[in-house]
């Protein structure tokens, strides 16, 4: 098991499959220059694979595929597969921009993938090209219908931003009256490669949370699974879910089960960490699976103990302002 020394057991990863991405969330990256990873320090599919294995071995259970767009990567279903087929992994969960997804939904079925978050910050067309810097809405609205059609389990994240999406936290909860699915609105965070001017954060979850109980009389709260980074909630009667996610506001990082991988094989203990070890190094250099264990349940046991703690220890000294892409959300 992998246990830091705040007696959290860590059960969850998320890798990052790639930095690239066909959006240009402005919350995200910047508009140009950005500097994508060379491919040759990617993790490649094999050592994926490898570094899963051993993680399933040490008590991961669950594994989100993440990035960049996961799915722009070549051959991304031989490595889902290549997933399911690890003993111990129970659960595959994927988070996309749902711009390139619907053609891969029959073999995500296949590989066992039930839940999908689908990045989802307006439901106005002109607005969806303002926030993302691309014309795609059409197609990622058709890819969210097809995953609710087809039973997979939706989750939408929708960042609230200040100005931009927050007139529209209503029509996203009401969009939970008639559909099966969960709305998750996040606190917007700095991991926007600096392709943003640094403001302060106006919608945390508290005035989120209050602004939609102002709009609507009969809000329940649900419970929370756990380990849940949202706080749920419903409507009374309505079919689907909303929750708030307090992601700058960091309240979840007592019972936090994640661990993540970064594309370039950096190993995180904290999403606001500034890496914690190399694996890719340790592989490359020839360890041994067992030798690799150890590195990472070195790195688990002196986890932080809280986002804020991570981020006063990063090696720059400096705040978080890496584009997310880099990391996965
Ligand atoms: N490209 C995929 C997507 O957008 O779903 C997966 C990667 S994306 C980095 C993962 C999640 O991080 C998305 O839901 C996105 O909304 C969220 N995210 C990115 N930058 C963020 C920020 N500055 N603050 C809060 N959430 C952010
Ligand atoms: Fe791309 Fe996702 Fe970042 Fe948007 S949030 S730019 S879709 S990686």
Request: proline share 2%; aromatic share 10%; glycine share 8%.
């Amino acid at each position: 098991m992998l246990i830091d020394r705040h007696h959290r057991v860590a059960d969850y990863l998320r890798i990052a499959v790639t930095d690239r991405c066909n959006l240009r969330c402005t919350y995200c990256m910047p508009e140009q220059g950005i500097q994508y990873v060379p491919r040759e320090e990617v993790l490649s599919w094999e050592e994926l694979l490898r570094i899963s294995r051993i993680f399933a071995d040490l008590g991961i259970s669950k594994v989100r595929i993440t990035g960049g767009e996961p799915l722009l990567r070549r051959d991304i279903m031989f490595f889902i597969q290549g997933l399911a087929e690890i003993s111990g992994i129970n659960k595959i969960n994927l988070t996309t921009n749902g711009t390139v997804t619907e053609k891969y939904l029959d073999d995500l079925w296949k590989y066992g993938v039930r839940t999908i978050n689908l990045s989802l910050d307006t439901l106005d067309k002109a607005k969806f090209k303002k926030i993302t810097r691309r014309d795609e809405f059409d197609t990622v609205i058709r890819c969210f219908g097809r995953m609710i059609k087809m039973g997979f389990r939706v989750k939408i994240n929708c960042v609230v931003m200040s100005g931009v999406n927050d007139d529209e936290i209503e029509s996203f909860v009401r969009l939970t009256e008639n559909l099966p699915v969960s709305v998750r609105f996040i606190e917007e965070m700095p991991f926007n490669g600096e392709g943003k001017e640094e403001g302060h954060l106006e919608w945390s979850y508290i005035k989120i949370l209050q602004h939609i109980k102002d709009k609507f009389e009969a809000v329940e709260k649900l419970e929370d699974p756990q380990n849940s980074t949202a706080y749920n909630y419903t409507v009374k009667d309505y079919k689907g879910s909303f929750g708030v996610i307090a992601a700058y506001s960091r309240t979840f990082c007592g019972s936090c089960n994640r661990i993540r991988l970064t594309p370039q094989g950096s190993i995180k203990t904290c999403l606001y960490d500034s890496g914690i070890f190399n694996i890719k190094q340790l592989l490359r250099a020839g360890a041994t699976d067992q030798e690799l264990a150890f590195a990472i349940q070195e790195a688990v046991s002196g986890k932080a103990k809280d986002g804020f703690q991570a981020e006063l220890l990063r090696s720059n000294g400096k705040p978080v302002s890496e584009s997310m892409s880099t990391i996965g959300g």
